[in-house]
Each structure stands twice: as structure tokens, then as C-alpha cells.
């Protein structure tokens, strides 16, 4: 019998069938995956990266990367902390309050 890491392959199923979902409904701003950090920051917006990485469970190194695409789709912005500028906080854009 071979052992499988269930946790992983639900996530996998999760992630398809949101996707899908996305589709369906015409929405193309974001996929299943950005979805996790929106949901976080549309709960309460303006969180540090450290913060966001802790809410979302993805690695600081894999969330760097996704919020890049983000941010270069408009859904959201960059700031220095205005306390301490070696912070840096994620704020949701305009366009990504009235998705």
C-alpha cells in the first residue's frame, strides 16, 4: 500500500475546484491560490509580510513572489511602515476592495 500525505492532496483538490470556480464566475484577477491572501487581507487589510506569511501558512520566500504578480496586476500595494521604515505592509488596492 503506498502512503500519501492527505492534507496535501486535499489542498490540491481545494485549490482546482476554487479555481474552477473562479472561472466560471468570470473572475480573472486573481487565481485559487492568490485568493488565500486576499481573503486574510480583506478580513483586515494593511498586515505585515511576517504577518500575512503566519495567516496564509506560505513561506515568506513563496509569498514574495506571489504578491509581486499582485501587485503588478493592481490588487495591491507595498508600503513602508510609517513607524518603522524596515517594515514593509501590504495593503489591498481600490480595485481589489470591489472584487
Do not use: C, H
Not at 485568493?35 to 487589510?45: F, H, K
Not at 499582485?70 to 481589489?96: C, H, N, P, W, Y
Amino acid at each position: 500500500m503506498r502512503a500519501t500525505n492527505g492534507g496535501f492532496l486535499i489542498s490540491q483538490v481545494k485549490g482546482r475546484v476554487f479555481d474552477a470556480m473562479l472561472q466560471e464566475a468570470g473572475i480573472e484577477e486573481f487565481n485559487g491560490a492568490q485568493g488565500r491572501i486576499l481573503y486574510i487581507l480583506w478580513q483586515e487589510d494593511n498586515l505585515p509580510i511576517v504577518e500575512l506569511s503566519r495567516r496564509t501558512g506560505l513561506a515568506k520566500t513563496t509569498l514574495t513572489g506571489m504578491l509581486d504578480r499582485m501587485e503588478e496586476k493592481g490588487i495591491l500595494e507595498r508600503r513602508f511602515d510609517k513607524k518603522d521604515r524596515r517594515q514593509v505592509r501590504i495593503v489591498l488596492s481600490d480595485k481589489a476592495r470591489e472584487l
